[in-house]
């Protein structure tokens, strides 16, 4: 029988650390890329899921987000350009025990996978999405993407963009994602918080991350992570709390019927109670909160909402198709092959 020691020593050896996820290869992204932290973030939290190393897999399509299947120690495909969605799915349906993740990046996603994108989501796998959106192709060089501004002056927009950029939470939360949030990659912390969650909700989970490319749109996102801008930029979202931000949080979002306002909390009359409290399955409320994104009130944009904008659970897909199957079995038994391939309705050819 194993003496107390010997028990201590299998413990240790079974509990996984971060450098578990780690596989080994060299990692290849230019320097200073926020994908650096996107992965540093991910192996960190793996650790303490409470999943089997064994069961993770993660499905990435093209770009430089997608080279991170990689450089996570786990099952996985590097797959083609936006099918990773499409490829996600076919994993979770052959083995639904699996932990199934995508990584993808902003045109990988939303311009070749945008069909694949909004019906991954409407039909509900119990898959995560992590899409890197850095509103630039950065793998080909610097062409404009499905996130970029209007306006941006790119190799193949010279005199600028003409069309309207997707908003990807909103595109989310209009194709029935049951979990919608934003972070990004220089609040690593508040980067934990959300992979966390995003594990821990039953369906299809969508995360944009802001992740800044140094070398094809630097500084893109700097305002709501540099500490001389974000308190002003960013609104950071708490379940049952106020939207509250601002140099001292002094500032308050409420809502005039649907109208959102930015209001001082220190005028006379005006209390917590008066603001906005964020309730993650108000579905109507998450609408209003993706489409801060381009919003103008007296001229000013509303502040950037990170956290869980949406949070609601719906029956998943693969849980639904094998009930399905489970029932026609029952009705029907097992039909041989030739029944099953002739269908129920035949013809004679005279």
Known sequence: ???????????????????????????????????????????????????????FVFISGIGCSSRFTYYMDTYGMHSIHGRAAAIASGVKIANPDLSVWIVSGDGDALSIGGNHFIHFFRKNFNIKMLMFNNQIYSLTKGQYSPTSEKGKITKTSPFGSVEEPFNPTELALGAKATFVARTLDRDPKHMQ????????HTGGAFVEIYQNCPVFNDAAFFSFSDKETKKEQALYLEQGMPLVFGDNGQKGIKLDGLNPVIVNINDIGLSLNDLWIHDEKDKTKANLLARFFDTLFNNTYFPRPFGVLYADERPVYEDLLIQQIKNIQLQKGKLPLNRILSGEKTWVIH
């Open 193 to 200: 918080t959300i992979i966390k969650r995003a594990n821990q």
């Open 1 to 55: 029988m194993n003496d107390i020691n010997d028990i201590n020593v299998i413990t240790n050896k079974s509990k996984l650390v971060p450098k578990d996820f780690a596989s080994g290869q060299d990692v290849k992204w230019c320097p200073g890329c926020g994908d650096y932290s996107i992965l540093k973030q991910v192996q960190t939290v793996f650790p303490d899921l409470g999943i089997p190393k064994e069961k």
